[in-house]
């Protein structure tokens, strides 16, 4: 049994593996490519987030921490061989979320009620979700607390997936429409998609038939 097992679990971990690495790639790209140049005051994305300076420092900070350590979260290998520091990193996520997250909602001030609704509710998912998670690590209850941080972990791959779509050219013609549209359907999947994926298996099983009673 032990060896049919086996090649299982280390398909599901190279497969997590490969998701987080190809995903980290993404985001050190779209995080480059967006902000080459915000060390330079003449620059227009320097120029853009000048006015929201103070909140972008902290915001990005610990918005980088989050998405970072958030990936250890997920290791069953970290966990299992060196629990301690899988909990240090844990609360450090924790804290690190209920930093980035509120803070990302005056930057978006300028950009009208929409994308501040949007920042909002990001940052109300975000926030919930990982408070759920911890309530339940502190109460014990395991099981949920890694179902809730999967439902946590996709509101911090917002910022990736959205700046992969964004700059596309059929969204870059339909302008601030474009950009509220992409924001608002990526928020919805990182809603919708970790319950799916969570309750895939009963989903998709077969319902059990009735027993046939005897005559």
């Known amino acids: 049994m032990a060896t049919a097992v086996a090649p299982v679990r280390r398909s599901r971990s190279q497969s997590k593996l490969v998701f987080f ?12 490519m967006k902000n080459a140049r915000i060390f330079d005051p003449t620059s227009e ?27 250890f979260q997920f290791s069953n290998r970290l966990r299992a061989r060196y629990l301690t520091t899988h909990r240090t990193l844990g609360y450090v996520y924790v ?41 339940c690590v502190r109460h014990g209850n395991i099981a949920q607390h890694r179902r809730w941080m999967i439902r946590s972990y996709p509101f911090a ?13 059929p969204v870059m013609r339909m ?24 309750d895939w298996r009963a989903i998709a099983a077969q319902p059990v038939p009735k027993a046939v009673a005897a005559d």
Do not use: C, D
């Not at 601030?176 to 928020?187: F, K, N, P, R």
């Open 95 to 135: 804290i690190s979320v209920f930093i980035a997250a509120p803070l990302a909602v005056p930057m978006t001030m300028r950009y009208g009620p929409s994308l501040v609704a949007a920042s909002s509710m990001q940052s109300f998912g975000w926030m919930l979700t990982t408070g759920i998670a911890l309530y």
């Open 21 to 32: 690495v190809i995903f980290g790639l993404l985001t050190v790209f779209v995080t480059y």
């Open 175 to 198: 302008g601030v429409a474009g950009i509220e549209t992409v924001v608002w359907t990526v928020i919805a999947m990182a809603a919708i998609l970790p319950n799916i994926f969570l």
């Open 157 to 169: 791959m917002v910022f990736t997936v959205s700046r992969m779509i964004i700059p596309l050219p």
């Open 45 to 71: 994305i320097a120029q853009h987030f000048a006015p929201v300076k103070w909140y972008l420092v902290p915001h990005a900070f610990f918005g980088i921490l989050a998405i970072v350590l958030g990936v």
